[in-house]
T-cell receptor, first 112, second 114 residues
Framework: GQQVMQIPQYQHVQEGEDFTTYCNSS?????IQWYKQRPGGHPVFLIQ?????EVKKQKRLTFQFGEAKKNSSLHITATQTTDVGTYFC????????????FGTGTSLTVIP | NAGVTQTPKFRVLKTGQSMTLLCAQD?????MYWYRQDPGMGLRLIHY???????AKGEVPDGYNVSRLKKQNFLLGLESAAPSQTSVYFC?????????????FGNGTRLTVT
């Protein structure tokens, strides 16, 4: 079954508002990656988190990895229309070898 | 560099027909993967390969077979297509697992089985 859950499934925001998506795993992860998929496109790698409690920033995007390495979040400050797309987390479970388990994704719509 | 190239981009099959999806990468990556994407399900791993001549099962391998005869190519076969295999299929590659390198995805193949 699905080992990585992601919420919310959909989010509509006004341009300029903030947005957060959360990723939760039933097991401890060795690392987590985040991807963005534009409508009709393919997933594109954004960032990887490895350390417990790690926080990384990319301009308006802030990524966090939980202390227990079972959850992660992506926060976008002051959304823009270019942020539209589906955001996926992908966690590597050390007990299952080389398999990344993708979350169900959060589809972000930004209303101009 | 082309990156990861998938062919075909679209395909319609009738139930029971067979087909092969081709994935090619020119980045000299060791690892290659086949995922399927369905609404509300995220990406689910079908099969993967950690090097030429090797393959392994992922989360949802039933009904699919794969081969990695050359390092740059990873083929996904459907022996007898079923409507449940209607999906968007993505191939991906990565340099290695040891350094947890990111996945590079192809543009996808949209398959409809009627």
């Amino acid at each position: 079954g699905q080992q990585v859950m992601q919420i919310p499934q959909y989010q509509h925001v006004q341009e300029g508002e903030d947005f957060t998506t959360y990723c939760n795993s039933s097991t401890t992860l060795s690392n987590i990656q985040w991807y963005k998929q534009r409508p009709g496109g393919h997933p594109v790698f954004l960032i990887q988190l490895v350390k417990s409690g790690e926080v990384k920033k990319q301009k308006r995007l802030t990524f966090q990895f939980g202390e227990a390495k079972k959850n992660s979040s992506l926060h976008i400050t002051a959304t823009q229309t270019t942020d539209v797309g589906t955001y996926f987390c992908a966690g590597l479970n050390p007990d299952t070898g080389n398999q990344f388990y993708f979350g169900t994704g959060t589809s972000l719509t930004v209303i101009p | 560099n082309a990156g990861v190239t998938q062919t075909p981009k679209f395909r319609v099959l009738k139930t029971g027909q067979s087909m092969t999806l081709l994935c090619a990468q020119d980045m000299n990556h060791e690892y290659m993967y086949w995922y399927r994407q369905d609404p509300g399900m995220g990406l689910r791993l079908i099969h993967y390969s950690v090097g030429e001549g090797t393959t392994a099962k992922g989360e949802v391998p039933d009904g699919y077979n794969v081969s990695r005869l050359k390092k740059q190519n990873f083929l996904l076969g459907l022996e007898s297509a079923a409507p449940s295999q209607t999906s968007v299929y993505f191939c991906a590659s990565s340099y290695s697992r040891q350094d947890h390198s990111p996945l590079h995805f192809g543009n996808g193949t949209r398959l409809t089985v009627t």
